[in-house]
């Protein structure tokens, strides 16, 4: 589950981890300048959505008095930041900006550990920063079994060149931010920039946290966190239904029974010249409900011109997976978009001949993945 911005810091600020002051949310642009109006200064009017890119996209607003924080509102609500809809804006006191740098800490699937980055180069994107000047980007692996030492954030700061005179507080909020991040469960907890104001101090200007989605159970105090996240979004709608769904911007929808195997339909899907429209995966044993719950959710989205099912029958028994389908052309009401249906593994023949005969000409089962993709892409063209 990932969170927003303010979100990210009202977890920060209770790990003990130094944040800008407390703003507040809103889906208002008058209720905004009364916001800033009872902060007494500057503000920020910042989008809260789920994606980078809010300052170039014209997300992120400077305000000097609360007319100005009303105006940049209006502006923000409802503005598409890389196809994500602003429904809501966070006003918060505006901070002095001395320097700014990066810190994060993040699960390393490479390595099975957990990896600390910093830079002195802050408030830009890191991979640009790594790209460039990889000098200034340190990776520190860390032993996910032993906390982080001050000793060894200092180690980490000095070497990613930290000016001496913010060392001592910069590693504080090193070793806070590493225990939030396993207290969390979180598999991301990056602020940048991480800021010197220009008294001094030390603090997360902004946030980006990921909490792992299969621990939530564990954390009852981030219970109806994910309601706020996303909105209506179609992505915040799946994540209702239970499916694990990551909007695209193609136009073949993709579903599949494991994430790798979705993550190779994907990269099959784009080798035969087409566009996934989002990743779906059904889970390694996926039951036909689960099944037909998932083809309906893509087959509804307007842009989606075609699907492509890729199962690999296992524990799930494609016979059950042939049934879900029939039942999810049912729940939508007919097939009016192309659907080729890939089966493999246990069962195979049956859930392609309960297929077959099911007699409905937009529905085209597939034994080979490669074919199942080439034919897909066809099928998305003819519908264009």
């Not at 000016?163 to 931010?177: H, K, N």
């Not at 179609?234 to 239904?241: G, L, N």
Request: charged letters at 25%.
């Amino acid at each position: 589950m990932d969170l927003m911005e303010y979100q990210g810091k009202e977890l920060f600020r209770s790990h003990g981890i130094p944040t800008t002051p407390r703003g507040e949310v809103t889906r208002d642009a008058a209720e905004a300048e009364r916001l800033a109006a009872g902060f007494g200064g500057p503000v920020m009017v910042k989008a809260q959505v789920l994606t980078g890119g809010r300052g170039k996209a014209g997300g992120v607003k400077y305000c000097p008095d609360p007319s100005a924080a009303r105006e940049a509102a209006e502006a923000i609500l409802g503005l598409d930041i890389s196809g994500h809809t602003t429904e809501l804006v966070l006003v918060e006191p505006a901070s002095d900006i001395a320097e700014e740098y990066y810190l994060s800490v993040l699960h390393d699937r490479v390595t099975k550990g957990y990896l600390v980055i910093a830079s002195v180069e802050g408030g830009v994107e890191i991979e640009e920063v790594n790209r460039r000047t990889p000098e200034k980007v340190v990776k520190a692996e860390l032993d996910p079994t032993r906390s982080l030492s001050d000793r060894q954030a200092r180690e980490i700061l000095e070497q990613a060149q930290f000016p001496a005179e913010v060392v001592d507080e910069a590693a504080s909020l090193l070793t806070r931010l590493h225990q939030g991040f396993v207290a969390s469960d979180a598999t991301l907890f990056e602020i940048n920039p991480l800021i010197k104001t220009t008294e001094g101090r030390v603090i997360a200007l902004d946030s980006k946290v990921s909490i792992d989605g299969s621990a939530l159970f564990r954390h009852p105090e981030l219970e109806g966190w994910g309601d706020v996240v996303g909105g209506d979004s179609r992505e915040a709608q799946a994540q209702q239904k239970g499916l694990q769904y990551v909007e695209l911007d193609g136009d073949i929808g993709v579903m599949g029974n494991g994430a790798g195997l979705v993550m190779a339909t994907l990269d099959v899907v784009n080798e035969a010249g087409g566009h996934p429209a989002n990743f779906l995966d059904a889970g390694g044993g996926a039951s036909a409900e689960s099944m037909a719950t998932g083809i309906a959710f893509v087959l509804e989205n307007p842009e989606v011109s075609a699907m492509l099912v890729n199962i690999f029958g296992g524990i799930t028994r494609c016979d059950d997976v042939a049934h879900g389908v029939l039942g999810a052309i049912e729940q939508i009401g007919g097939l009016d978009k192309k659907l080729v249906v890939r089966l493999d593994g246990t069962n195979a023949d049956a859930g392609r001949d309960i297929l077959e005969q099911a007699g409905n000409p937009n529905l085209v089962p597939a034994e080979k993945m490669d074919d199942a993709a080439q034919k897909v892409v066809e099928l998305a063209g003819e519908s264009r």
